[in-house]
């Protein structure tokens, strides 16, 4: 193992490579930034350039432009409320908000330590454990991500405002009810496409994500008469500070530990990446605040910014775990640098970092690098990044229009996208005056289709029984949290129906007297 670190270490030290990280952080991140196209449009586009590159140099370069993408994606989210990315879209819950309270630069200061943080602990846990972390990956089965995809959604209740649980559950159910359409993973069956050829391979999140959070923010704002302020209400002076107080790094720290090895884990699993990384954290750091600060949530708690961005660039690091040791991808960006290392002829898998230890080891140590280059970069340039607010809402709506529209065709190049776009933020829109939340539909919408195939290959596994529940130790773990999660809020209302309280309840109460 130290002998392929050390082997690593001299490659990614190379000054051709440490150039490669530069230049594939750099143009990750302005690619990120831009409304829907994401670190794989990011990492399609540097597969050309890669040709020419030998196999190590090549995948630092694609690997840099990934979590470049990732850690850009969070500015467009905080910024104009359009995500760069699909695993962004949690980021714009509570960036979004701060950079209306006038706290642009603190919220993508927050953005970029929180990004670095998670990155930094993934890329040394990566490095230390990636052969042991192999064979966790290989212990789940189908089973055992139906059941982790149940306690996904048991999370729901964290993007419930106070008294809104039945609507966050109301979302979620339609949004499990889009996840349907399309082609059945088991049997190739088309389901509710109404004979539409376009409606085959379903409906993409990253449509659904730019139509009910860029686009319906920008109806909503024409709706509004805001649209007809000639200045920005906020001038480069009111941005903020890009200072944390010691306070609020007290605050934020146990959550950016937390949120950071716990989307490592999930990155891990096949499949999962770091979208489901990012809901899943804010939910679980939500779930587990005092009342005083779970209150905050969704309108600019340090917490709720923290959380999303620390654990999709664990996640997005995690990833290369089921990549480098198995050949399996565990996202979509991962699936294009698998095809990648295959064109080199080189064999991902359990004997990658024996056969071709310059590029296994210097990829992983070349992602603490790339870290260190993405905060340095970012940091310097957020106050040029928050110019964005200052530009006038008559130029700034087209301009969100635009990339936003943009970013969905450039996907499947169809224009029927763009019509189901429409038609979403219309109901979007519709729901929102309604006081109905929207990222449970969201939540509901990237866990459905997973949860739904690992359901159908484990019941094909138990002949049709649901056994598969309670028979492997592993599922029935994770289906008990899930019913104890989901039964909580109803235990809490018991206890304090009976005048008693836990003693969380207790600290919380009196961290609320002392905060009075």
Known sequence: ???GISTGLSTAIMPFNILMVVVGCFAGTFIGMLPGLGPISAVALMIPITYGLDPASGIILMAGV???????GSTSSILINAPGCASTVVTAFDGYPMAQNRQAGKALALAAYSSFTGGTIGAI???????ALASVSLSFQSSDYFAL???????????AGKGQVLKAMTMTVFGLMIATIGTDAITGAPRFTFNNID???GISFLLLAMATFALAEVVTTVMKGQHKEKEADMDMAALGSMKLSKEEVKEVAPTV????LFGFIVGVLPGAGATIASFLAYGLERNIAPRRLKEKFGKGALRGLAAPESANNAASTGSFVPLLTLGIPGSGTTAIMLGALIAYGIQPGPRLFVDNPDVFWSVII?????NMVLLILNLPLIPYISRLLAIPRPILIPLILFFSITGVYLVSFNTFDINVMVIITIVAIFLRLLDFPMAPMLLGFILGGIMENNLSRALIISDGSLNFIWERPLTLTIMSISLFVLFLPLIRKALDKFGIRTSIQTANSQADRSDG
């Not at 070349?366 to 790339?370: A, H, K, L, P, T």
């Open 1 to 3: 193992m130290w002998d």
């Open 149 to 159: 995809m149940i306690l996904g959604l048991t999370a729901v209740s964290a993007f």
């Open 125 to 131: 846990i990566l490095l230390f454990a990636a052969p």
């Open 199 to 201: 409606l085959v391979d």
């Open 257 to 260: 530990a937390r949120s950071s």
């Open 66 to 72: 990934y979590y470049g993408a990732v850690f850009g």
């Open 366 to 370: 070349s992602m603490y690098f790339g």
